[in-house]
């Protein structure tokens, strides 16, 4: 018996396609018979050998193998095989489902819905808030898909203004130092600042404290908001929801060749405590208020316009459509993915990349044999490529029995494929019993996650803009995100101390024009340069790949990190790797799969690659800046009180320099 062929068929119709292979494909010079799950050929002149073509189904895709039987060599074999690829290639091509458009009025969201998402639907009303939340994962793609689908026509939000256009100040009117649009990521800087004596307004669109999103993180990186004086140590505890013993990633490698199959890496310290996300909101939201700081909750966004004094903030109260407005020295975006700012920022080039990420936070009902909650998956895919995406799990447990479950993919964005969370949501609950043996009647549902997380190909420190006059990204806005786990919660809490000095110096010194918030980012050349192995975990759209591709490549890299000393992973993972491994596990790589470059030259192209050398050389030039600075830059600058009164500019731009160095070539705290 030997393997012809192994595709996928992107549907979840199983049925259609093996109705297809039995009865309407037609090869010539064959005897068919048909079996259960597909058919055989026989050949007339070659009794002793034939072909068993099959199909299965897993995570709502469809699978086929073509294998020969017998001996001797079919002739023709090769025109056979290209003949079926292009002809079910023509029958079931690519397909990219949009949601429908509803009218909430006339109908509940699970009754517009339950056609199109039956499962989606089935489970999110087993959720305590399920119908809001299923409501804001149909609001969020529909947001999403209309800002990808327009790229260059960003709706405009942000509008520069002379001194004399603004309107007078009342007196009545507070003005803040900072207002902060976005309170999940936004409060934790929003208290950070108001502690150190700033005036500060966090504006939040839902009722505040609410999350759609768990937080996974390590003891050493969370050290940085006990560093600031945040928390205390007893407070860091209270917030912790859960800590595993260990953590796994493990790929599909059923269909890899021997060489490129690879062993479960172990990560212990890595994303292995559970943050109690809401708890975490309030705290910081208490610590806010008590420095003087306010919150105007269920209340949006909708313009900005920026003066040479002050930016005056367009607000609507959701609970009684009053207008409402704010003035301050600077605005903080915080708003994610979906932030209008940085699409008016960054038109076409807001986001080169997105991971559609669906979950929930499960109460109990997996037996202990399923999973023990002392363990983690990090990062986790039971199968191949499935219908466009290669999907990808993580599992963390999150306190008194308590599971919190991920599932995402890396995506392209495109105009024609922005990526669906209700899709997504589709497959979590149609393959979650695949992916962990379980009943799913018998779980109980506590809290849904989801979210559009970003990601940008920065090829230096200026390649995207995060600022304009008096207005500062942070966060998912800003596409501050880690290519491996994909949040911007992570890289927040490690850039805190960074962000924090610097907007403090900024302040001291009035210095908010576009130019100096310019250097205010977390810009780091170790990150950028890995963005290529994000790209190569995505399909590009309307193309169909061998099935294994990905976790081939998966197993390729996350296998050498298994051979590595265990800190190699980490530091890896926690965005500290510096120049010399990095360079190293890619000419490793390279040598172990010389195939890799080629694959990843098919799925990101010409230009991608040309550009990942510019990142490249930007991490290969802040090595040798950290070798002839890094030794006496930061302390020489921490003496020189009288610069930063002479020249706050130029100190700006030199602590920036500084952080950057610490940073960006690779740094162990």
């Known amino acids: 018996m030997k393997e012809i062929l192994y595709i996928e068929v992107p549907t979840p119709d199983i049925d259609a396609v093996r109705g297809w292979l039995q009865h309407k494909w037609q090869p010539q010079n064959f005897t068919r018979i048909t079996t259960a799950d597909g058919i055989r050929l026989q050949f007339t002149s070659q009794s002793d050998s034939e072909l068993s073509i099959f199909v299965w189904q897993v995570q709502r895709t469809t699978y086929l193998k073509m294998f020969q039987w017998g001996e001797t060599k079919i002739k023709g074999i090769s025109q056979i095989q290209d003949s079926l690829v292009k002809e079910i290639r023509a029958a079931f091509p690519p397909t990219y489902p949009e949601p429908p458009e509803i009218n909430l009025s006339q109908q509940s969201i699970f009754e517009a819905l339950a056609e199109y998402y039956p499962q989606t639907v089935k489970y999110f009303q087993k959720f305590p808030n399920g119908e809001y939340d299923l409501n804001r994962v149909y609001w969020w793609e529909k947001r999403w898909r209309k800002g990808v689908s327009n790229p260059q026509q960003p709706k405009e939000v942000i509008f520069k203004t002379s001194s004399a256009d603004s309107q007078p100040e009342q ?189 929930a936070v499960i109460e109990k009902g997996f037996t202990p044999e399923v999973w023990d909650e002392q363990y983690g998956d990090v990062l986790n895919s039971h199968g191949d490529i499935s219908r466009g995406r290669q999907l990808i799990w993580e599992l963390f447990p999150a306190g008194n029995g308590e599971l919190t479950f991920y599932l995402f993919h890396y995506h392209q964005v495109h105009p024609e494929n922005p990526g669906s969370l209700l899709e997504m949501y589709e497959d979590f609950f149609s393959i979650l019993p695949e992916y962990r043996r379980c009943n799913m009647d018998e779980l109980v549902w506590k809290k849904a996650t989801f979210g559009y997380i970003p990601g940008h190909y920065s090829t230096s420190s200026s390649d995207r ?97 298994a051979a590595q000393p265990p800190e190699v992973a980490d530091t890896f993972i926690k965005d500290r790797t510096d120049w010399l491994t990095f360079t190293k596990l890619a000419l490793i790589a390279a040598r172990k799969n010389p195939a890799l470059l080629w694959w990843i030259w098919q799925m990101a192209g010409t230009k991608d690659l040309l550009r990942w050398l510019g990142s490249y050389w930007a991490f290969s030039l802040d090595a040798v800046r950290k070798f002839l600075f890094g030794g006496w830059l930061p302390g020489w600058l921490n003496s020189q009180s009288w610069l930063e009164k002479q020249y706050p500019g130029t100190w700006l731009k030199l602590l920036s320099f500084s952080y950057q160095l610490k940073y960006s070539a690779g740094s162990k705290k």
Not at 472 to 485: E, F, H, K, V
């Open 171 to 359: 007196k009545s009117q507070k003005k803040y130092d900072l207002i902060y649009i976005g309170g999940a990521l936004g409060v934790i800087h929003a208290a950070v600042m108001a502690q150190k004596g700033y005036r500060v307004l966090l504006i939040e669109r839902l009722p505040f404290g609410r999350m759609n999103r768990e937080w996974n993180i390590s003891r050493d990186e969370f050290q940085s908001l006990i560093n600031l004086g945040l928390f205390t140590p007893e407070d860091f505890e209270n917030v912790i929801a859960a800590e595993y013993k260990d953590g796994f990633s493990k790929f599909f490698d059923a269909y890899n060749p021997p060489h490129l199959k690879a062993p479960v890496l172990y990560t212990p310290k890595v994303l292995n405590i559970a943050i109690d996300s809401e708890k975490l909101l309030q705290f910081c939201g208490e610590k806010l208020l008590q420095a003087g700081g306010e919150i105007w909750d269920e209340t949006e966004f909708i313009r900005a316009d920026i003066s040479d004094q002050e930016v005056t903030v367009g607000l609507v109260n959701l609970k009684n459509k009053e207008t409402q407005q704010a003035r301050g020295r600077l605005l903080l975006d915080a708003m994610g993915t979906a932030s209008p700012i940085a699409w008016q920022l960054n038109g076409e080039r807001s986001f080169d990349s997105v991971c559609p990420t669906v979950g």
């Open 465 to 561: 803009n995060v600022a304009f006059d008096r207005l500062l990204a942070i966060g998912d806005a800003a596409s501050l995100q880690s290519p491996l786990i994909f949040t911007g919660f992570g890289s927040l809490v490690r850039n805190l101390d960074r962000l924090t000095s610097l907007l403090d110096a900024a302040l001291k010194h009035d210095l908010l024009t576009a130019a100096d918030l310019s250097q205010i980012r977390a810009y780091q050349s170790n990150i950028s340069v890995t963005w290529l192995f994000s790209k190569g975990m995505m399909v590009p759209t309307n193309t169909i790949l061998p099935p294994q591709r990905i976790n081939s490549m998966l197993n390729t890299f996350f296998g050498l990190l």
